[in-house]
């Protein structure tokens, strides 16, 4: 059993849709993560909490943007995606930076 | 030089013989290092993790750290069919923040 959570498991949107994606860590840890896999690719970061601040944000595109309503909590908001945007997108935890992440099972993002 | 390398593969061993991962790393400042597997289709998952020199054996699973060479190995025994994945280095790099730094994957197929 994953003690990261992430809904829903598939989502198609078109590129004017606004969605959001969930992810929700039961292992109390500090440090949260959104990644964005492309087929035979690593996961690339794409924004880093801790303490429920933004700590990284690797410069990613505006359409994207992360909320963190607390500290086992971390929301990714989507608008006006682009088709290159489709991809595997994670969310993992750790205690600290240094330790462990943990990713949870994926939302599979298909942009038409 | 990409600051995790890691053989692309694919690496094919037959069912029963040891499989060796290798990864290679340019910051010697790197702290952590982490192993991870990932199934087609589906998200990361930790095997072994390692944070000082030497071995590191968890079952099948022998994770070897060798930081004034700056290597890390996999070495999976007695390889099966369900070891068939692609296994992920990765590291934190001290001088960004403890980023955890993804190697591009070696691909394993263990042959019955």
């Known amino acids: 059993d994953t003690e990261v959570t992430q809904t829903p498991k598939h989502l198609v949107m078109g590129m004017t849709n606004k969605k959001s994606l969930k992810c929700e860590q039961h292992?109390?840890?500090?440090?949260m993560y959104w990644y964005k896999q492309k087929a035979k690719k690593p996961p690339e970061l794409m924004f880093v909490?801790?303490?429920?601040?933004?700590?990284i944000n690797e410069s990613v595109p505006s359409r994207f943007s992360p909320e963190c309503p607390n500290s086992s909590l971390l929301n990714l908001h989507l608008h006006a995606l682009q088709p290159e945007d489709s991809a595997l997108y994670l969310c993992?935890?750790?205690?600290?930076?240094?330790?462990?992440?943990?990713f949870g099972p994926g939302t599979r993002l298909t942009v038409l | 030089q990409k600051e995790v390398e890691q053989n692309s593969g694919p690496l094919s061993v037959p069912e029963g013989a040891i499989a060796s991962l290798n990864c290679t790393y340019s910051?010697?400042?790197?702290?952590?290092f982490f192993w991870y597997r990932q199934y087609s289709g589906k998200s990361p998952e930790l095997i072994m993790s390692?944070?000082?020199?030497g071995d590191k054996e968890d079952g099948r699973f022998t994770a070897q750290l060798n930081k004034a060479s700056q290597y890390v190995s996999l070495l999976i025994r007695d390889s099966q069919p369900s070891d068939s994945a692609t296994y992920l280095c990765a590291g934190t790099i001290y001088n960004q923040g403890g980023k955890l730094i993804f190697g591009q994957g070696t691909e394993l197929s263990v042959k019955p």
């Open positions: 292992m109390g840890h500090r440090a």
């Open positions: 909490y801790s303490y429920e601040k933004l700590s």
């Open positions: 910051d010697r400042g790197s702290q952590s």
């Open positions: 390692i944070y000082s020199n």
């Open positions: 993992a935890s750790s205690q600290g930076f240094s330790n462990e992440q943990f």
